[in-house]
């Protein structure tokens, strides 16, 4: 419950600037342009120091850095709260987003030590359980508060969330050691072995599909003939069917881990092409906006306990920091590209794009069978 928790603090602290743009684009003296990039840096800095974090740290007790990790939340979310300019803000999204790229890269490999192989899938269900809270009571929760109080408490509640699980950490999580350094592989040759590679293209290509859509699904809504007033339960539909998929997920992912990925990336690439022909019908845009929910669930789970499968002996925090490099720049490179198809061909062209690219990502899921995706958990 403790790593549960930690990941719905994760996700909260990265995505509630969303909730809260225009009242800290008021006090912060800067447009709502200018604070949304606040999301799109903090992610910017998971895509490129994930990895590097990950290795710097390998050495260093697990304790201590996961812990260490979550102090580091602590202090980002103070520092946003004091911020009455837009460089201090900006430089506690930073801050927040190398603890994030250093959390992610490390928390997989920390779970895949502490259970048995054959249950690796559930604990990871649990785990990512965190993240779906966060989207579905977190950050509403959060806007909520920010609303009623001021949106620097908000974050001030965040910090106090984060130190009161730092405490918990330290009492509780085992002190396993780092690596020894004996078989330490670099970046670049647990990026070449096969199976990682496969897993890693897979994740950032379907990533960058996913939110090439995902990103914009508002203005998408609203153009299929969504009223502003039914975007909120549309999204809570979204939400809610993406606990359906990652519940549904983790009772395959141990057992038939392929076809929990083949049905997902099945899914996924169905659902966006759903609302790419059923465009301008609000039916089949609310059920393929349900299914697409349900499907990334299900790939993030897949991906994430794909890649622990794949990792050489004693490279799990790598490969795990790799794949959360490859995760946020399908984050950061799918807005961009939407943002791209949508000034170009606009807001109908979003679905078909992304379709386009999970597309690939189901193929090589599709193709993984021997590197990457088997059909059966190896031992």
Request: proline letters at 4%.
């Amino acid at each position: 419950m403790l790593f549960t928790a930690s990941t719905f603090l994760s996700v909260t602290t990265e995505m509630l600037p969303t909730g809260l743009l225009t009242a800290m684009s008021r006090d912060l003296h800067a447009s709502e342009a200018r604070v949304g990039i606040l999301v799109t840096g903090y992610a910017l800095m998971v895509a490129l120091f994930a990895a590097p974090l990950g290795r710097a740290t390998a050495r260093i007790r697990r304790r201590v850095l996961f812990t260490g990790a979550l102090a580091g939340y602590a202090a980002s979310n103070v520092l946003m709260a004091v911020a009455t300019v837009y460089p201090v803000a900006a430089v506690a999204r930073l801050t927040g987003g190398l603890t994030h790229g250093l959390f992610w890269a490390m928390l997989a490999g920390y779970i895949a030590r502490m259970v048995d192989p054959a249950r690796l899938g559930r604990a990871m269900t649990l785990v990512f359980t965190g993240g779906t809270l966060a989207i579905l009571l977190g950050v509403p929760a959060g806007t909520a508060l920010g609303v009623a109080v001021g949106w620097r408490m908000a974050f001030v509640v965040l910090a106090a969330v984060s130190l009161l699980l730092v405490l918990l950490g330290w009492r509780i999580l085992p002190d396993l050691p780092g690596a020894d350094g004996a078989d330490e592989l670099s970046l670049l040759q647990v990026l070449r072995t096969p199976a990682v590679t496969v897993v890693v293209l897979t994740t950032a290509v379907t990533m960058l599909g996913f939110f090439s859509f995902f990103t914009y699904i508002s203005p998408f809504l609203l153009h299929a003939g969504v009223s502003e007033q039914g975007l909120s339960p549309v999204l809570l539909g979204y939400g809610v069917a993406g606990a359906v998929g990652l519940f549904v997920t983790g009772l395959l992912i141990d057992k038939r881990p392929r076809v929990a990925m083949l049905g997902g990336a099945v899914l996924l690439t169905g659902a966006l092409a759903l609302m790419a022909v059923g465009r301008g019908s609000v039916p089949l845009a609310v059920i393929g906006a349900c299914l697409a929910g349900m499907a990334l669930n299900s790939q993030a789970l897949g991906v994430q306990a794909a890649t622990l499968r794949a990792a050489p002996a004693g490279a799990t925090d790598t490969a795990s920091a790799l794949n959360a490099s490859a995760f946020n720049i399908g984050i950061g490179g799918g807005a961009l590209a939407g943002g791209l198809v949508l000034d170009s061909f606009g807001v109908a062209a979003l679905p078909l794009v992304a379709a386009v690219l999970t597309g690939i990502g189901l193929v090589g899921v599709a193709a993984g069978r021997r590197n990457g995706f088997p059909a059966t958990v190896p031992l």
